[in-house]
C-alpha cells in the first residue's frame, strides 16, 4: 500500500508507462503489417513472372513442334533455297510458291495463336512475312538482334524482341539446304497472345505491355505507327492498339484499369523501378476497391529492357493486412488501458478506506445515538460518549463491563415487565433486536430507550454484537398529550367539515387558515389554492366600499357582521352569499382569528329575478301585441285588463273598459249565452263584428280561452282585425275567374299547334313521296348508264357522281321521315326475337368489303350471350349498330373497328345489354360533342368528307331511348380510340336456344378480317373490258391482275396465287375452258373461283353444261351490269352464298338464288299485297308490310327494303312474282 | 464460233438486255418509292458518317482513311464516324437509307448509285500515285495457274464484288477482248482486291480481276497482270445532298481542293498516305460516262456460277 502512496504511483506516471507500452505496440504492429505485405508483393512479382515464363514455355513447345513439322521440310527449304538463290521474277514465283505452299499450315498456326511466320535470307533481309504478305525485302539488321544471331551463329536464338509490325515472344530457326545456310524462319506470337494465355492461367488479372518507347518505335513501318499510343504510366513507354481501333482489336483495358494507370502516373516508386529495370508491385484503390498491381520487365534476346508487363488484379489482400494490423492494435490498446484502468482503480480504493475510517470515528464520537459493542459473553468492549451520558457512566466504567449491569432492564415499553429477560436474551445469543424498552439507573431513575442490537459476525461465527440506543422518555411523555388533544379537535374539525355552508377562518392579516369543503364547492378554489389568501379574492367588484366599511367597522367593535354579498367564483361566475362573520377569541379573550360562515343565495336571487322580468314581459307583450287583448274575470264576468289595440279598436280608454261586463263590449250572444261559461264549450274560435264607440264596424277573428291566473279562473280573449284579409279574399275570387278563360284559350291554341304538327308529317311524307318519283327515274337512268361499257372514264366518273348525289339525297329523304316521325312521337316497338350471332354474322357480311377495301380490320364480339335469343326491336337493334360502324368506317384511316355486346344488369328479367363501338379514327372534339346528337348537325370530320346527312346519330339515339336505353359517346381520344355507348333493354325469351344455321359465328374472340385483299385474275383479250373490270373490282378493293391469253394467265396463275379468275371464253389460242381446266390442275387450282364471262348470242345451254364439266363457279353473259358480277364475286370470295351455278345474268335484274328461295316462302297473300303496294307506288306501305310480316327473314327484309328504298321496282316485282318458286 | 457458244452469246445478251430492262424499272421504283416514303432528314447530323471503301480488309481501311477523316475532323471541327459495310450493295444501301452522309466509292458504284438516288453526288476524285485521276483494272494469274485467257473455258476466276469496278464489269471486258467471257468460265466474288490476289497466289483460282495498283503490290510475290483496262475515273468522295447541309459540302470540297499536299500532314498525327497523298480534284458526274458507256446495257451478275 505504501507504494501506492509513494511518487512512482502517480497518475500521470501510470499514464506515461502506458502511453509508452502503447506506441511501442502500435509500432510493432505496423511494422509487422508492412513486412507481410512486402511479402505478399514479392510472391505476386513471382507469381506474375511464373506466368509469364509458363505462358512463353506452352508457346515455345507450339512453335518447336511447328517448325519441326512443317517448316523443317526439304520442299520448304528447297522452295527457299530457290528464293534465296534467284534474282528478279524467279525469286518473286519462289516466294509466292512458298507463300502457296505453308499457307494453309500458316492458316492452322494461327489458330494456336501463332500469329506471325516470316522467313529472312542470310543477310537479314525480309523475304516473306506471312502476316504481311504484301512487305518484304526490308533489312532487318540492327533492328532485329536475334535474325543477326541466327544467321550469324547458325542457332535458334528464343526471346522476347520488337520488330516492324509488332513486338512480340519469337523462336528464330537458321535454315540450310545442301549443307550451306541459306537464312532463317521466325515463329512469333504477339503480346495479345501472351496476354490471352496469361488471362487463361489467371483469369483475375488483366495484362497489358507497355513496350519500350525507344526500342520499338524508330523501326516500326510507317503505317504501323498510328497504332501505338503514348502510355499514361510513363512517357517513354507506349501501348500497342490500345484505344483499340481495329475491329478484331483485342479487349481494352477496363475501366478500373484505366483509372489505376492513370493515378500511378510519375509514381516515384515505379519510376525507380523502371529505371532500375525491377519488378515491383504497388496497390492502388479505384472507387473503394482495392487493386494490386505488378510490373514485370521483359528483356529482349540482347537481355536490353525492352517492355513491361503489368498485371492488374482486384485483391483485398493489403486490405486484410491492414485490417488485421488494425485489429491487433486495438486488441493492444484495449489491453493496456484495461490495466491502466485496474491499477488507477485499486490505488483510489486504498485512498477511501482510509478516509471511510477516519470519518468513521468522527461519527462513532459525535453520534447522538449511543453505541456499544459486546462481545458473546455480554462483556462491552466498546462505548461511545452518548452512550456513556444516556446510561450515565463513564467510558472506563463501562468497558469490561456486563451490560446487564450497567443497563437496568425493566421490561419493553409499553408492556413493561412482560418480557423481561427477552432483551439480554437475545442480545447475548447474537440475535438482532429492534424496540423500544424501559430501564433504570440510580441517578435518574426509570428511562426509556429505543434500542437496536445487531450480531458481529466474523468468518460465519458470532464474535459479538453492537448495541444502538438513545433516550426517547420526553418524547414519549410529549406524545401522549398530544394523543388527549388532538382527538378533541378531530371532533370540532369534524362537525366543521360536514357543515352544510362555506366556512372560512383567517387570522387577524386577513389570510386564509382554513376552508371547508363546501367552500371549495361553492367558490371552486381548493384548499391549497384558498389558504394563505385573502377573502378579496372572492370580491365581485360590484359592492360599493361603504358596504365594506360598515362590515368591517362591526367586526373590528368586536360584533358579528351578518349580511348578503355578491362574490366571485373561480370560474368568474357571480354568486350570491349569506355571510355571518364572527371574531375568534383565544383563552385569553383576545380576538385571535375570523371566521366567516356563508350560504350560497344565488339561485334564490336567480328565481326572484326571473320572476319579475317574466312579469315584465307580459306586460310588455300584452301592451305591444298587435291584436287586441282582453282578460275577464270568469266570476264576475267583468274586463280586468286591456291592452292598447284593444282599447284603440273599441274607440275608447281603458278605464272606460276596465271594470266593466264584457258583454257591453264584445260578445254578440244574448246574456246567458257565452259560449265558454255558459256553453261550456273550450275555446270560442269565431268572426265577429265589432261596433265601437263611433260606431264603426270592424270584422275580427276572435279567440277566447280559459285560464289561471294566480289560482283564479279568467277569460283571455284574443281579437284580430280581418279587414284587410276580407278585401284580399274578394280579389283572389276575381283573379280564379280569369285564369279559368286563360286555360281554355291555351287548350285551344294547344289543339291547333297538334293540327299544325299533324299537317307537317303529312306534308313532310307527301313531299317525301312527291321528291322519291323523280328521284327513282334519276336512279334508275343513272343506273342504266353506269352499265354502258361503251361510256368513257370521264363520263363514267360523272354518272357515278349523279348515283352518288341520288343516294346521298335518298337517304337524307330517308332520315328526315324518321326524324319527323321520331318528332311526332311516333316511334313504335316491334318486339322480335334476336340473337347477337346472326346479327352480328349479318353486319359482319355487309361490312366485310369495306372494311378490306379500307385495310380496317372488324371485330364483333358478345362473349357469354352469343347463344341467347332477345325478345326486342331487332330491326332497330340492327339499324343503330349499323349506323355506328358505318360511322366508324368513314371516320376511320387505319387500325380497325371492335363491336362489343354484352348484358351491363338483370332486374326483374329485364336485361339491359349495352353495345360498344370503338374504333381507331379521327375522333370528336370536345368542342363538338354537346351538339353531336343533334339533327343535321355534322362534326367537322364529317363536313370534311362530304358524307351523311347528320341526322344518323339522333335517330339513333332516339331509337336507343324508345327501348329504354341511350346512346351515349362513352370517351374520344382522336386517333387512338373513341367509343359510341348503345344500350337498350330486352327480355331474355325462356328456354330459348339460338336457331342458327348460316356461317359461323366465331364467339367472343370476334371475327377478324383477312388483311389480304381478295386477289383477281381477269384473263380477257378485249383491252377495254378488260380496263374496265380492272378499274371496277380494283374500285372495289381487290387486288387485281389482267392477262390476255390463256397462257399468260397459266403463267401467272402460281405466282399470283387469285382468290378468282374472271375468264373470257373467246381466248386466242387456248380458249377460257381449256384454261380453265389447266388452271384446275396447277397448285391451289382446285379451290380458286372461276366465272366465265361470254358474249351474247352464245347458247345458254352449252354454257351450262360446258361450266357444270369444266367446274366453273359462275358465268355472265354481256352485257351485264358491272355491280351483279361484283357482288356476285364478293359472294364466292366470302362464301356467303355458295350455290354454285345460277342462270345466266342478262340486263334484267336478277336477284341472288338465297333471296328467290327466301322470298318464295312466303304465303301468296303477302306477296300479293306487296307486290299491290310495288305497282301503286306506295313504298311506305310496302315497308310497313314488310316489317308487319311474322315469316319473313331479317335477310330477306333487309333486302326488301333495300330494293324498296332504291326504288329496284322491277327486281322486287321479279322477285315477288306469284309464281315465284324456286327453280333449281 | 460453235452454234452452242453462239446460242449462249444470245442468251446471254438477251439476259443482259433482259436484266438491264428490269435494274431501270427497279431503280425507278426505288427512285419513286425512295421519294415519296423516304423519311428525308431534315436537319444535318452533328456527326458526319463516312463509309470506307468495302473492298479492303479493315486494319488497312482503317490506316488508310484516317488520315483523311482526321484532316475533315480537324479542319472542319466535325465528328466523323466509319459506317464499315461488308461489300457495295451494303453501302450502297446504307447510302439510300440515308444513313451514310458521304463514301470513297469506285467508278461503277457510283454509277449505279446515282442511277436510283439522284442526291449521291461526286465531290473530289483522289489521285493514284501515278499522279493521274485514273486508274485501271487488271486481270492477274499466277505462273503455273494454267490459265489460258482466248480460249480457256470453265477456268476459276476471283471476282472482288458485283459492284466493284475492277470486278465483274471490267473483268469481263478484258476476257471479251480475247474473245471469251465470264460466263464462259467459272467465276466467283470473294471481297477485296487483296484476297483476289493471293486467292489466285495460293492457286485457289486461276485468275482474278482487281484493281492493278492491288496486283503491283502482290508482284513479289509472283503475281503478274495478264490484261490492263484503258484508265477508269478514279476514286472519289461521293456525298450524300439529302443528308448533308449544302454549305458543308461546299466547305468539305474547298477544304480538300486547297490542300497543300507538298507539306507532309501538316498539323495532322498521321502523315498523308496512298489516298490523299496523291492530290485531288474536282469530280463531275459527267466524268463517269466512260462507265456508264462501257456498262451499257450490260447485266452484271450479283452471284458467282459455281
Given at each position: 500500500?505504501?507504494?501506492f ?14 502511453l ?46 511447328f ?58 533481309t ?56 541459306i ?14 494465355a ?37 512517357s ?6 490500345a484505344?483499340?481501333l ?15 494507370t ?43 529492357l ?54 468513521l470515528?468522527t461519527?462513532n ?23 456513556c ?18 443497563m ?8 413493561q ?14 440475535l ?66 360536514q ?12 389570510h ?65 352569499a ?143 282585425d ?19 278563360q ?6 285551344d ?6 293540327t ?46 349523279i ?7 335518298l ?17 313504335t ?19 366485310h ?9 372488324l ?19 340492327r ?218 348470242g352464245?347458247?345458254y345451254?352449252?354454257?351450262q ?12 353473259c ?18 356467303r352464298e ?34 299491290s ?5 306506295d ?46 | ?73 480537324q ?82 476466276i476471283?471476282?472482288?464484288q ?13 476476257l ?6 465470264l ?30 495498283a ?37 466547305a ?34 459527267s ?6 458507256d ?13
Open positions: 500500500m505504501a507504494r502512496n509513494g511518487r512512482f504511483t502517480g497518475p500521470l506516471t501510470l499514464t506515461i508507462i502506458l509508452v507500452l502503447a506506441v511501442s505496440a502500435v509500432a510493432l504492429l505496423h511494422h509487422l503489417r508492412l513486412v507481410k505485405e512486402e511479402n505478399y508483393f514479392s510472391r505476386q512479382d513471382n507469381q506474375l513472372r511464373l506466368a509469364y515464363q509458363a505462358s512463353l514455355q506452352s508457346y515455345e513447345l507450339a512453335m518447336e513442334g517448325y519441326a513439322s512443317t517448316i523443317n521440310r526439304d520442299d520448304v527449304a528447297s522452295l527457299f533455297a530457290d528464293g534465296a538463290r534467284f534474282d528478279g521474277y524467279a525469286r518473286a514465283v519462289a516466294r509466292g510458291q512458298l507463300y502457296r505452299l505453308l499457307h494453309s499450315d500458316y492458316n492452322l498456326m494461327k489458330s494456336y495463336n501463332l500469329l506471325q511466320l516470316h522467313f529472312h535470307l542470310a543477310d537479314g525480309s523475304f516473306l512475312r506471312f502476316h504481311k504478305p504484301e512487305k518484304y525485302g526490308d533489312p532487318l539488321a540492327g533492328i532485329r538482334p536475334s535474325v543477326e544471331i541466327v544467321n550469324r551463329e547458325h542457332r535458334p536464338i528464343t526471346g522476347f524482341e520488337m520488330g516492324k509490325v509488332s513486338p512480340g515472344f519469337r523462336h528464330v530457326f537458321p535454315i540450310s539446304w545442301d549443307g550451306r545456310h537464312g532463317s524462319v521466325e515463329v512469333s506470337v504477339t503480346t495479345k497472345a501472351i496476354s490471352d496469361m488471362h487463361r492461367l489467371d483469369p483475375s488479372k488483366e495484362y497489358a505491355f507497355l513496350l519500350s518507347k525507344k526500342r520499338i518505335e524508330p523501326f516500326l513501318f510507317k503505317d504501323q505507327q498510328w497504332l501505338y499510343s503514348t502510355s499514361a504510366l510513363d517513354a513507354y507506349i501501348i500497342e492498339d484505344n483499340p481495329l475491329p478484331d482489336s483485342p479487349q481494352p483495358l477496363s475501366a478500373a484499369a484505366t483509372v489505376i492513370q493515378k500511378l502516373a510519375n509514381n516515384k516508386h515505379i519510376q525507380a523501378a523502371f529505371d532500375q529495370g525491377r519488378s515491383l508491385t504497388v496497390k492502388a484503390d479505384v472507387q473503394q476497391r482495392p487493386y494490386v498491381i505488378s510490373f514485370l520487365p521483359v528483356f529482349d534476346v540482347t537481355n536490353q525492352a517492355a513491361y508487363l503489368v498485371a492488374y488484379k482486384e485483391d483485398d489482400a493489403p486490405v486484410l493486412f491492414w485490417q488485421e494490423a488494425l485489429i491487433y492494435i486495438l486488441s493492444s490498446l484495449f489491453a493496456l488501458g484495461f490495466i491502466g484502468f485496474l491499477l488507477q482503480n485499486l490505488r483510489q480504493h486504498a485512498l477511501a478506506l482510509n478516509k471511510e475510517r477516519g470519518n470515528q461519527i464520537d459525535t453520534l447522538a445515538e449511543g453505541l456499544i459493542v459486546l462481545n458473546t459473553a455480554g462483556i462491552i468492549q466498546h462505548c461511545n460518549p452518548a452512550a451520558k444516556i446510561l450515565g457512566y463513564a467510558a472506563f466504567d463501562l468497558v469490561g463491563k456486563s451490560l446487564r449491569q450497567r437496568m432492564y425493566l421490561g419493553e415499553y409499553p408492556e415487565g412482560q418480557t423481561v429477560v427477552s432483551f439480554h436474551e437475545r442480545v447475548s445469543q447474537g438482532t433486536y429492534d424496540g423500544e424498552i424501559v430501564c433504570t439507573n440510580t441517578v435518574e431513575g426509570e428511562y426509556i430507550i429505543d434500542v437496536a442490537s445487531r450480531p458481529i459476525r466474523k468468518d460465519g461465527e458470532i464474535s459479538g454484537s453492537v448495541v444502538a440506543f438513545h433516550d426517547i422518555s420526553t418524547r414519549k411523555k410529549t406524545e401522549a398529550a398530544l394523543v388527549a388533544s388532538e382527538e378533541e379537535a378531530r371532533k370540532l374539525f369534524a362537525a366543521v367539515e357543515s352544510r355552508s362555506s366556512i372560512i377562518i383567517t387570522n387577524l392579516q386577513g386564509i387558515e382554513y376552508v371547508n369543503p363546501v367552500f371549495t364547492e361553492i367558490t371552486g378554489y381548493s384548499s391549497a389554492e384558498a389558504i394563505g389568501e385573502s377573502p378579496r379574492m372572492l370580491k365581485s367588484g360590484t359592492m360599493d366600499r361603504a358596504f365594506y366599511a360598515r362590515m368591517w367597522q362591526t367586526l373590528a367593535a368586536g360584533r358579528e357582521w351578518k349580511g348578503e354579498i355578491h362574490n366571485r367564483r373561480k370560474n368568474g361566475e357571480m354568486y350570491w349569506f355571510a355571518s362573520i364572527a371574531p375568534v377569541r383565544n383563552k385569553d379573550g383576545v380576538v385571535s382569528h375570523y371566521i366567516a360562515i356563508k350560504e350560497d343565495i344565488t339561485e334564490r336571487k336567480h328565481m326572484e329575478k326571473e320572476l319579475r322580468e317574466k312579469e315584465l314581459i307580459q306586460r310588455t307583450l300584452i301592451s305591444n301585441l298587435p291584436v287586441g287583448l282582453i282578460i275577464i274575470d270568469e266570476l264576475t264576468r267583468t274586463i280586468e285588463h286591456v291592452n292598447p289595440v284593444a282599447t284603440a279598436m273599441f274607440g275608447t280608454s281603458p278605464e272606460d273598459i276596465e271594470g266593466h261586463c264584457c258583454h257591453l263590449f264584445l260578445c254578440a250572444s244574448e246574456p246567458g249565452n257565452c259560449p265558454i261559461l255558459d256553453l261550456q264549450q273550450q275555446v270560442d274560435n269565431s268572426e265577429r263584428v265589432i261596433v265601437n264607440k263611433q260606431g264603426v264596424k270592424i270584422p275580427v277573428l276572435k279567440t277566447v280561452t280559459r285560464i289561471s291566473i294566480q289560482g283564479k279562473k279568467k277569460l283571455i280573449e284574443c281579437f284580430v280581418i279587414r284587410q284579409r276580407v278585401e284580399v279574399e274578394e280579389r283572389l275570387k276575381l283573379s280564379n275567374v280569369q285564369l279559368q286563360e286555360q281554355a284559350r291555351a287548350e291554341l294547344a289543339r291547333k299547334a297538334e299544325a304538327n299533324r299537317s307537317k308529317s303529312m306534308f313532310l311524307a307527301n313531299m317525301s313521296h312527291e321528291i322519291r318519283t323523280p328521284l327513282n327515274a334519276i336512279i334508275g337512268y343513272a343506273q342504266l348508264l353506269n352499265m354502258d361499257a361503251s361510256l368513257e372514264g370521264s363520263q363514267l366518273e360523272q354518272i357515278q357522281t348515283n352518288r348525289c341520288a343516294d346521298h339525297l337517304e337524307l329523304i330517308n332520315n328526315i321521315l324518321e326524324i319527323s316521325k321520331i318528332e311526332a312521337g311516333s316511334i316497338q316491334k318486339k322480335e326475337a334476336m340473337a347477337f350471332a346472326r346479327l352480328f354474322t349479318d353486319i359482319r357480311a355487309i361490312f368489303l369495306s372494311c378490306m377495301r379500307r385495310n380496317l380490320q371485330t364483333l364480339a358478345c362473349a357469354g350471350i352469343e347463344q341467347v335469343e332477345f325478345s326486342v326491336d331487332r330491326g332497330k337493334v339499324q343503330v349498330i349499323m349506323n355506328l360502324i358505318a360511322n366508324s368506317i368513314k371516320f376511320t384511316g387505319q387500325g380497325g373497328i371492335a363491336v362489343t355486346a354484352a348484358v351491363v344488369s338483370v332486374k326483374a328479367g329485364a336485361h339491359m345489354i349495352s353495345v360498344d363501338v370503338r374504333d381507331t379514327g379521327v375522333g370528336v372534339p370536345p368542342a363538338e360533342r354537346k351538339n353531336l346528337f343533334l339533327p343535321f348537325e355534322q362534326t367537322s370530320s364529317g363536313k370534311n368528307v362530304q358524307q351523311g346527312t347528320g341526322l344518323g346519330l339522333s335517330i339513333s339515339r332516339a331509337y336507343a331511348r324508345s327501348m329504354g336505353g341511350d346512346l351515349q359517346l362513352v370517351k374520344s381520344t382522336p386517333g387512338q380510340e373513341t367509343v359510341f355507348r348503345f344500350t337498350f333493354i330486352a327480355e331474355q325469351i325462356e328456354g330459348s336456344a339460338l336457331r342458327y344455321d348460316g356461317d359461323a359465328f366465331s364467339g367472343s374472340d370476334g371475327v377478324p378480317l383477312s388483311q389480304r385483299p381478295y386477289r383477281m385474275l381477269i384473263v380477257d383479250d378485249d383491252a377495254v373490258s378488260s380496263r374496265l373490270w380492272q378499274k371496277r373490282f380494283a374500285g372495289a378493293g381487290f387486288e387485281v391482275q389482267a392477262v390476255s391469253n390463256g397462257e399468260a394467265a397459266l403463267f401467272i396463275f402460281e405466282r399470283f396465287t387469285p382468290d378468282v379468275v374472271l375468264m373470257d371464253i373467246l381466248l386466242p389460242a387456248m380458249d377460257g375452258y381449256e384454261t380453265t381446266r389447266k388452271i384446275r390442275q396447277l397448285s391451289g387450282g382446285e379451290r380458286v373461283k372461276i366465272i366465265v364471262v361470254t358474249a351474247t352464245i347458247n345451254e352449252e354454257i353444261q360446258k361450266a357444270a364439266a369444266e367446274a366453273i363457279d359462275d358465268y355472265f354481256k352485257p351485264f351490269k358491272v355491280d351483279d358480277l361484283i357482288k356476285r364475286v364478293q359472294q364466292l370470295c366470302t362464301g355458295e350455290d354454285s351455278l345460277a342462270r345466266p345474268r342478262g340486263e334484267e335484274y336478277e336477284p341472288s338464288r338465297q333471296f328467290k328461295t327466301l322470298a318464295a316462302q312466303l304465303p301468296s297473300v303477302t306477296r300479293s299485297k306487296l307486290r303496294a310495288i305497282e301503286g307506288g313504298i311506305d306501305g310496302f315497308t310497313v308490310l314488310v316489317d308487319a310480316e311474322q315469316s319473313c327473314s331479317d335477310p330477306l327484309r333487309d333486302y326488301l327494303k333495300y330494293l324498296g328504298q332504291r326504288y329496284e321496282y322491277d327486281a322486287l316485282l321479279q322477285l315477288l312474282a306469284v309464281d315465284a318458286a324456286h327453280r333449281p | 464460233m460453235k452454234s452452242y457458244q453462239k446460242r449462249a452469246v444470245y442468251r446471254a445478251r438477251l439476259y443482259l438486255q433482259r436484266g438491264a430492262k428490269i435494274m431501270r424499272l427497279l431503280f425507278v421504283v426505288l427512285l419513286v418509292a425512295s421519294t415519296l416514303l423516304g423519311r428525308v432528314p431534315s436537319v444535318f447530323a452533328a456527326t458526319v458518317r463516312f463509309a470506307p471503301l468495302p473492298m479492303e480488309n479493315k486494319e488497312t481501311v482503317l490506316s488508310r482513311f484516317r488520315p483523311l477523316t482526321e484532316f475533315l475532323a479542319r472542319l471541327q466535325i465528328d466523323i464516324e466509319y459506317v464499315y459495310a461488308d461489300d457495295y450493295a451494303e453501302l450502297l444501301e446504307n447510302f439510300r437509307k440515308s444513313k451514310v452522309d458521304i463514301a470513297y466509292l469506285g467508278p461503277l458504284p457510283y454509277v449505279e448509285l446515282r442511277a436510283a438516288y439522284a442526291e449521291a453526288e461526286p465531290l473530289v476524285f483522289f489521285k493514284e500515285s501515278s499522279n493521274a485521276v485514273t486508274y485501271t483494272c487488271a486481270l492477274v494469274t499466277f505462273p503455273g495457274n494454267d490459265f489460258d485467257v482466248r480460249h480457256g473455258r470453265y477456268q476459276k476471283a471476282l472482288t458485283p459492284l466493284s469496278t475492277c470486278g465483274y464489269l471490267s473483268t469481263n471486258g478484258l471479251r477482248n480475247s474473245n471469251n467471257s460466263e464462259d468460265n467459272n467465276y466467283r466474288y470473294v471481297g477485296t482486291h487483296d484476297e483476289v490476289a493471293l486467292s489466285v497466289i495460293r492457286g485457289e483460282f486461276a485468275a482474278g480481276g482487281l484493281k492493278t492491288v496486283a503491283r503490290k502482290y508482284a513479289h510475290l509472283g503475281l503478274f497482270v495478264l490484261m490492263e483496262t484503258p484508265p477508269l475515273p478514279a476514286f472519289a468522295l461521293i456525298v450524300n445532298t439529302r443528308t448533308m447541309p449544302p454549305d458543308l459540302i461546299a468539305i470540297k474547298e477544304a480538300l481542293l486547297e490542300l497543300d499536299l507538298t507539306h507532309s500532314g501538316q498539323g495532322q498525327q498521321i502523315p498523308w498516305n496512298d489516298v490523299i497523298g496523291n492530290g485531288i480534284v474536282e469530280a463531275h458526274d466524268d463517269y460516262q466512260v462507265i456508264r462501257l456498262l451499257g446495257s450490260a447485266r452484271i451478275q450479283q452471284k458467282g456460277n459455281f
